[in-house]
């Protein structure tokens, strides 16, 4: 499946079934997801962010799925894998500046790294930054709806899109 950017910036949509559907999925986004990459994953508790994360990271080749659990705690999960060093990151539990800055995000910043940001839609440093946001909605019981949007893309193949911005 190859990224088609629409001019409303979706790159892809789709309806899964399952976490196993989710995972999948998640498996298909690496060429997406060029590193670097900053990401927010948005959706409600139990949207399915951390399972769609099981999925990219095995795609990097940086965890096995079954390795990959919900940073709750801890915050940021590091998973290095051969061509990206990916992030998870879950800002659930952190709700000021300060606390946002003792995780020091900035640091985990690199040429190869992806950052995997759940709840990062909190603050407004990670909205204006994110190249890439991934929605979640539960639209029954198993399904999930995933929508992958983004407004600069720029490791996206092909022209440059005219809605981009230019500055
Ligand atoms: P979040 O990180 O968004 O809070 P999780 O990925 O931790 O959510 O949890 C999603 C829950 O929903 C899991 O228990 C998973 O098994 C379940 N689930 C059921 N259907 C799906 C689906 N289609 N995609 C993802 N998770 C699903
Ligand atoms: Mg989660």
């Known amino acids: 499946m190859r990224a088609q950017i629409s001019a409303s910036g979706l790159l892809r949509e789709t309806v899964t079934h399952s976490a196993e559907e989710t995972i999948a999925f998640g498996r298909t986004l690496a060429d997406l997801l060029v590193p670097p990459k900053l990401v ?3 959706g409600d508790l139990g949207a399915g962010k951390t399972t769609l994360v099981k999925g990219i990271a095995e795609a990097f080749a940086a965890a096995a799925e079954e390795d990959v659990t919900s940073p709750t705690f801890t915050l940021v999960h590091e998973y290095r894998g051969p061509r990206a060093n990916v992030h998870h990151i879950d800002l659930y539990r952190v709700d000021t500046l300060r606390e946002l800055d003792t995780l020091g995000l ?5 040429d190869d790294s992806v950052l ?3 709840w990062g839609e909190k603050f407004l440093r990670l909205v204006r930054e994110r190249d890439v946001e991934i929605v979640l909605e539960r639209v029954g019981e198993s399904e999930r709806r995933i929508r992958i949007v983004a407004e600069v893309c720029p ?8 809605w981009s911005a230019t500055g």
């Not at 900035?106 to 690199?110: A, E, H, N, Q």
């Open 155 to 162: 490791s996206i193949p092909g022209p440059r899109p005219k």
């Open 106 to 110: 900035d640091d985990l910043r690199s």
């Open 116 to 118: 995997l940001i759940e």
């Open 40 to 42: 927010l994953l948005r």
